[in-house]
């Protein structure tokens, strides 16, 4: 009964219910993907090449002659299908191109335009009022030595420190 308990704590965790949505969705996602290159991106291709079905191409190892891809698997006989792996490798180069422009427009609409942090990275010159490093010393455009504030004990006003008297 232990390992039921175990495999019951381990099924509701978070993170596997977030993965099974993500394989869901991502099973989805790929069908779409698949139509998307099957029924919109290949059609043109078809038009443009004559034919980008490759799958009747193969080499057969035999001693026998066969017309089609259909009668030689059939018989059996020995044949690199090469022709069915052309067909693989174009269907993967357009669906890992289509997938690279999604993620690539994906990317730009999370990234943001500046960087969060740029006005904690940096300061202003109290003399020329331009911008420089947080870290600065010296003021690269004015050359004012600026006040080191980055390790200074801060006062504590809410702590009362009390002294022994001598006696």
Request: charged share 20%; proline share 5%.
């Amino acid at each position: 009964m232990k390992i039921l308990s175990e495999f019951k704590e381990f099924a509701i965790r978070g993170n596997v219910i977030d993965m099974s949505i993500g394989v869901i969705i991502g099973t989805t996602f790929a069908k779409i993907v698949e139509s998307f290159v099957d029924d919109i991106i290949m059609p043109p291709f078809s038009l443009i090449f004559g034919q980008v079905d490759f799958s009747n191409r193969y080499l057969n190892l035999s001693n026998r002659r066969f017309e089609t891809f259909a009668e030689a698997e059939a018989a059996g006989v020995p044949m690199l299908n090469y022709g069915i792996f052309l067909n693989h490798l174009v269907h993967f180069s357009i669906v890992a191109f289509v997938l690279f422009l999604f993620v690539r427009q994906v990317n730009r609409i999370r990234r943001p335009q500046e960087d969060p942090l740029s006005n904690m990275k940096s300061k202003l010159c109290p003399h020329c009022c331009q911008s420089i490093a947080y870290k600065a010393i010296r003021c690269p455009h004015c050359t004012s030595i600026l006040k080191d504030t980055r390790n200074q004990v801060k006062p504590n006003y809410g702590v009362r420190i009390q002294r022994k008297s001598s006696s």
